[in-house]
Structures are given as C-alpha cells and as structure tokens.
C-alpha cells in the first residue's frame, strides 16, 4: 500500500537531477531542438524496427546523461492506464478503418487485424519513446534554462506579435508544477487513507475502482492549485513582473562545437528512423 502514495518517485517530468554529464551542458536552445526533431521523428516513424531503434537511443541517452534508467521506467507508470485504454480501443475499432491487412477476428462492429494490432504496439512504444525523452529533457535541464531556451527558439514569433516570452514562461510553469502537484495529491491521499478512504487496496487493472478511488481528492487538488496559482501571481506582483513589458536578458548562451553535434546526431537518428525501409 505504501507504494501507492509515493506518487513523487512516478512523476520525473519537471524535475532536475545535476549529474553534469554532456547533455547536462548543452545551449538549451540546441538541446531543445534536438529533442523536438526526435520526438517528431518518433511521431511520424510508424513501423516494428523503426520504434525499436528509437526505443534503443532513448535507453542509451539515460546512460550518457548519467541519469538512472529506472527515472524513465517510473515516468511510465502513470501513464499505464491511459496506456491500455488508449490499446484496447485500437485494437478493437481500429481494423474497421484501416486500409490493407489480414483480419484475424470479426464480430460485429469489432474488427481485429493486423494493421489494428501494428498501431498498438506502435502507439505503445511511441508512448515510452516520448516520455523517455521528456525525462532526459526536463532531468537534465533547468526550468531557467527551459524557459530562456524556448523563449530563444520562438524568438523571430516576435516580429508577427506572438507573445513569446509570455508563451515560454506558461510551458515552464506548467512543467514546473506537475512534481508539486504530485507532492500535493500525495499528501491528500495519505490523509485521506488516515481517515478510513480505500487507496491502495484495489487491483491495479481494476481502472474503473481506482479512478472513483481519487474522486474524493479532486476538488481539494483544484484549491491547492488555485491556491499555488495566486501565490504564484502575488510573488511575480511583488516583483514588478509586467506581461509584455521589455526586458533586459541575463543569461546569454554561445553555441559549442558539441551543440551542433547534437542537432546533427538528431537528425540522423530521424533520417534512420524515417528513411530507411525497415
């Protein structure tokens, strides 16, 4: 039961683990687009071996950012559900649509093929390539560092009137408050299960249970974020934050010899993934 609240271990996207390794020390502005380049190769990438070596690059680039692999297996388990939701939907509606494979089951309105059972596996695979990636991203890089690199990368949106820095800043906050809110919700739940509340007693595939299990914690999550929300405003307030206004950079970032590589090594993993006919 005490592994059901340790909801902080689970959730790696917007937390930061300094192991100074070279990723670590990459222009956030380089690894950020490093980062989008794979992860729309991935998107787009829709075959067996093709995930495969994706999967495989995301696995090493643990190893080279010196940050535990089981970081990346944690992040997954929120996800599981939606996960098998997201499968058995496929499997089952998907073959009616699909255009070529062998059907192996139809009954009804359920037609079970092999392109339905491809995007399956495809779709699950995409789902642990992109956290992976979204683990490695936001482990190796600060939320200053996010923030100033995104803001770098949609700079030229400014000559059209796109808020840009005020873009940026919401990603980042939003990134940001996903391991608070966990840490919340974690504190919720060990004082509802004080109180008599049933977490952590049901089966893990029992979706349905568990989902009526956290109703009783909703509502208190939105005060605790309405709450952090206006905490969050009276701080900016205080000091002199104003949307839109022109500001003065204090970070200013020079690109290495290593931060070209690393656009260059994400798109040839993506040429492999996409290009080659697996």
């Not at 906050?173 to 919700?185: D, G, H, K, L, Q």
């Not at 893990?204 to 999550?221: G, H, S």
């Amino acid at each position: 039961m005490s592994a059901e609240f340790e909801l902080t271990r689970n959730i790696t996207i917007g937390q930061y683990l300094p192991t100074g390794s070279v990723v670590h020390r990459l222009d956030p502005r380089f690894k950020l687009a490093a980062f989008v380049v794979m992860i729309l190769a991935i998107a787009i990438c829709n075959t067996y071996i093709g995930n495969l070596f994706a999967l495989a690059i995301c696995t090493w680039m643990f190893s080279v950012s010196k940050i535990p692999l089981h970081y990346g297996i944690s992040g997954i388990k929120p996800a599981v559900p939606f996960i098998i939701i997201l499968a058995i939907m496929q499997l089952l509606f998907y073959g009616e649509i699909a255009n070529g494979g062998t059907i192996y089951l139809k009954y009804g309105f359920v037609t079970i093929s092999s392109e339905s059972i491809r995007l399956v596996v495809v779709s699950a695979m995409r789902f642990v390539e992109v956290i992976f990636l979204s683990s490695v991203l936001t482990l190796s890089t600060s939320t200053t560092e996010l923030t100033h690199g995104m803001e770098r990368l949609l700079g030229p949106l400014e000559k059209v009137k796109f808020p840009v820095h005020a873009f940026a800043l919401i990603i980042t906050i939003a990134i940001r408050f996903v391991p608070t809110f966990a840490m919340e919700m974690e504190k919720m739940m060990k004082a509802q299960a004080s109180r008599g509340a049933d977490f952590g007693t049901g089966e893990w595939w029992r979706i349905v249970r568990r989902t009526k299990d956290m109703f009783p914690i909703i509502i208190p999550l939105f005060n605790v974020a309405l709450a952090r929300a206006e905490d969050l405003i009276l701080a900016m307030e205080a000091r002199c934050y104003v949307p839109g206004a022109s500001r003065t950079r204090f970070a200013h970032y020079k690109a290495t010899s290593k931060d070209y590589l690393a656009i260059l090594f994400s798109v040839v993993i993506s040429v492999i993934m996409l290009g080659i006919p697996f």
